[in-house]
């Protein structure tokens, strides 16, 4: 059976490390960086006060001690997620289209219309893409890959 006495007598005994403490060394001069903040000086700047008058900080500790002593605890802003395009259904194709010549679209999953990956460009899409534009081949139609591969050869003949 634990010693339940013993521990909450540890518990009343307990004395953190003054080294584990929160700004143990700059609540000394609290009131030193409120004045200097009070006058718009930046956290470098008193940093390197403190520094030079003995007291071991920086200037990222400093900052820290100002967000959340000095102004309460405010959190710091954050960038939103840019948010993504909504997804546009395309027009059907008219019924008076022969089969064969139909292209059937991929049906998009939920995940992917959740990723953080944007949507492809479509001919009447506002969305437009500022990447390269590489061609797959597998999606090409047999005429516009007969094209490609004739473009790839006249280029690589003129550079031999």
Do not use: C
């Amino acid at each position: 059976m634990p010693d339940l006495e013993g521990l909450r007598k540890a518990v009343q005994d307990f004395q953190p490390n003054p080294h584990r403490v929160p700004f143990t060394n700059l609540k000394p001069v609290h009131h030193s960086i409120a004045e200097l903040r009070k006058q718009n000086a930046s956290y470098a700047v008193i940093a390197e006060l403190l520094q030079q008058h003995g007291v071991r900080t920086s200037r990222a500790r400093v900052a820290e001690y100002g967000r959340i002593v000095l102004n309460g605890g405010k959190s710091r802003k954050r960038r939103k997620r840019a948010k993504l395009m909504p997804v546009v259904k395309a027009p059907a194709a008219p019924q008076s289209a022969p089969a064969a010549d139909a292209k059937i679209a991929p049906t998009t999953t939920p995940a992917a219309v959740t990723s953080n990956v944007p949507p492809p460009a479509k001919e009447n899409s506002p969305y437009t893409s500022s990447g390269p534009r590489i061609a797959k081949v597998a999606m090409m139609s047999p005429e516009e890959a007969a094209e490609l591969n004739a473009f790839l050869k006249s280029g690589s003949a003129s550079k031999s």
